[in-house]
């Protein structure tokens, strides 16, 4: 933008150096319009510049002139607030601070200079300009279609400057050393199945990478962790790239099977509007590549398959003859898809939205207690109810990249798949017995005084354990719990009635109704209270007051025996030395 009164503008200095600049870019992309707003304070001067343009003058293809329509002397307004600067500056009492003059002159100053910023805003605004370029003229533009009017002229005239902010994906002078770095990185990409992985550190490759798909926001970070993240397509980009590069994918989504002529999709890219440079078109196409894992494929005219990024820069340089080849089903997904119909118990000729639909109404149907509790089993299970919390827009995408990713094995091992989304199903299904059998067999296990007691419903091992608790333990802060357990463990031996029992009273509710795996916190809060009412009676041993030491051994020599099973007389109180 430049802003010019008319005797700088018939010099034509100011407005030729400015459109000699030259932004380096793809080929025909040459460089940023010039927006100059003519300042004319007298009806002479737009007539000037009238005259010029008829002439000829002021018709380059990167210059937008925007002309007032009417002119306005501002020398009133502005010499108004020299003089006030003036007399702040150096003129006492106004450049006192201290003094009311001054600060009436400071109001002043401040009022007159927001009448030449509004009159100036209201002179340049564009509903009082008119836009030339060229031989074309535009009036009564209002902010919204003066934005407009400038990105078709853009688009039209000149494309996209370069859009990668990396030499070795967006220079036009390729060096060998920038085509070995970028073909490094391209090949990575391409080996790459499922998301992204993307170290946090100063490898060359990882930074060349970040800054060609992630600034440009070509990819959008799935997972982040501390020292690397995964990386998948960006479901709604904001950069001109993305958006490209969105738009071709969904060229292919949903088709069954297409074909593109590789040649000219690259000269579509190579040309106004997106004017890529060639190292940018090998980021996206390897990008495009990556995106499908496998089902987007370039063939060369031999037939030849191009599996890499050297093959790939000499697709881009000679595209003639190339073409991208898109298939929805693979074998290896069609035995997929055939094995789930089957497990879900369909027609063999059932959608793939049904089975979406099938596979979502399943995940809907779980308790929520199997959901949160269930995805704590196995990394699998997690990422299953991660996957399947998330709308489905494209049925054939989550079925053959989706719910492979999710379970951790690539389509190409079909059975093995199915084997492992039928046991993740079974895991989520079952987590709550699960969980309860678990929790039962640690109480077992807690109170069980020997191996032959593990077969033992656990209510009876408590029951017997309750009965051996000495005298002391009544005084303990958790003999309410103790006397609930014996309590519990005299009426019933049935494990889960008990159980249901117990986590009540410790304010967990039933195990069908967790949010979340209490196991762990329920087995510690049992163990505390096993523990602190066993070693009641040590509590008050030491320390003890002067001739009490005699008595508080016998009271722990009758425990003794009472735990062992051995009589009083078993203990010699003559070997005791105290």
């Known amino acids: 933008v430049l802003y010019a009164r008319p005797e700088e503008l018939e010099r034509h200095d100011g407005v030729e150096a400015a459109l000699s600049r030259y932004q380096l870019g793809a080929q025909p992309y040459a460089g940023d319009f010039l927006l100059v707003y003519l300042i004319a304070q007298r009806r002479e001067e737009l007539e000037r510049i009238d005259q010029l343009y008829d002439q000829g003058r002021f018709r380059q293809a990167r210059l937008i002139l925007a002309l007032p329509m009417r002119s306005y002397n501002f020398a009133a307004e502005s010499n108004r607030l020299a003089a006030l600067e003036r007399m702040l500056e150096g003129h006492p009492p106004y450049s006192d601070p201290t003094t009311r003059a001054h600060q009436q002159a400071l109001e002043a100053h401040a009022a007159a200079r927001a009448k030449l910023d509004e009159s100036l805003r209201l002179y340049l605004s564009p509903e009082y300009l008119e836009f030339r370029h060229q031989n074309e003229i535009k009036r009564l533009l209002d902010g919204g279609t003066f934005i407009d009017y400038l990105h078709e002229l853009l688009e039209q005239q000149i494309g996209s400057p370069p859009v990668v902010p990396h030499r070795q994906f967006a220079s036009l002078v390729d060096s060998t050393r920038n085509q070995q770095r970028r073909r490094q990185?391209?090949?990575?990409?391409?080996?790459?199945?499922?998301?992204?992985?993307?170290?946090?550190?100063?490898?060359?490759?990882?930074?060349?990478?970040?800054?060609?798909?992630?600034?440009?926001g070509l990819v959008e970070a799935s997972s982040q962790g501390a020292t690397r993240s995964s990386y998948v397509p960006a479901g709604l980009p904001t950069s001109r790239l993305g958006r490209l590069f969105r738009?071709?994918?969904?060229?292919?989504?949903?088709?069954?099977?297409?074909?593109?002529?590789?040649?000219?999709?690259?000269?579509?890219?190579?040309?106004?509007?997106?004017?890529?440079?060639?190292?940018?078109?090998?980021?996206?196409?390897?990008?495009?590549?990556?995106?499908?894992?496998?089902?987007?494929?370039?063939?060369?005219?031999?037939?030849?398959?191009?599996?890499?990024?050297?093959?790939?820069?000499?697709?881009?340089?000679?595209?003639?003859?190339?073409?991208?080849?898109?298939?929805?089903?693979?074998?290896?997904?069609?035995?997929?898809?055939?094995?789930?119909?089957?497990?879900?118990?369909?027609?063999?000729?059932?959608?793939?939205?049904r089975l979406v639909r099938e596979l979502l109404s399943w995940y809907r149907g779980l308790p929520e207690a199997a959901v949160a509790i269930g995805r704590d089993k196995t990394n699998e299970a997690e990422w299953l109810v991660e996957l399947l919390e998330h709308p489905v827009e494209d049925p054939a995408e989550f079925l053959s990249v989706a719910l492979p990713r999710a379970l951790g094995l690539p389509l190409e091992d079909p059975e093995t798949l199915l084997v492992y989304l039928a046991e993740t199903q079974r895991t989520l299904e079952e987590a709550v017995g699960r969980t309860r059998s678990e929790l039962n067999a640690k109480l077992r296990e807690l109170f069980a005084a020997n191996g032959a007691e593990l077969e033992q419903p656990w209510p009876s091992l408590v029951a017997r354990w309750c009965a051996r608790l000495p005298r002391e333990s009544a005084d303990s802060p958790m003999a309410d719990l103790g006397h609930l357990l014996a309590t519990y463990s005299a009426t019933t031996t049935d494990e889960d009635e008990t159980l249901e029992d117990l986590l009540y009273e410790l304010d967990y509710g039933p195990v069908d109704r967790w949010r979340q795996n209490y196991t762990d916190e329920v087995l510690a809060r049992v163990r505390e209270v096993k523990s602190v009412l066993e070693h009641a009676p040590f509590q008050g041993l030491y320390p003890l007051e002067a001739g009490q030491q005699r008595q508080a051994a016998r009271r722990l020599i009758a425990w003794l025996a009472r735990q062992s099973g051995l009589g009083p007389e078993a203990f010699k109180e003559r070997s005791l030395s105290l």
Request: with cysteine; aromatic share 8%; proline share 8%.
């Open 247 to 353: 738009d071709l994918r969904e060229r292919f989504l949903g088709q069954p099977r297409l074909e593109v002529s590789f040649a000219s999709l690259v000269d579509e890219l190579l040309h106004p509007p997106h004017c890529l440079a060639p190292a940018t078109i090998e980021l996206v196409m390897a990008a495009l590549l990556w995106s499908f894992e496998g089902r987007l494929q370039l063939w060369g005219n031999r037939p030849t398959l191009f599996t890499d990024a050297a093959m790939l820069g000499a697709a881009v340089a000679a595209p003639s003859g190339h073409r991208l080849v898109y298939e929805r089903w693979s074998p290896s997904l069609e035995t997929f898809l055939a094995g789930l119909t089957q497990q879900f118990g369909l027609p063999p000729e059932t959608s793939e939205h």
């Open 185 to 216: 990185a391209l090949d990575y990409l391409l080996a790459t199945r499922g998301p992204l992985l993307l170290y946090h550190t100063g490898r060359p490759l990882h930074q060349a990478l970040h800054r060609g798909l992630i600034e440009t």
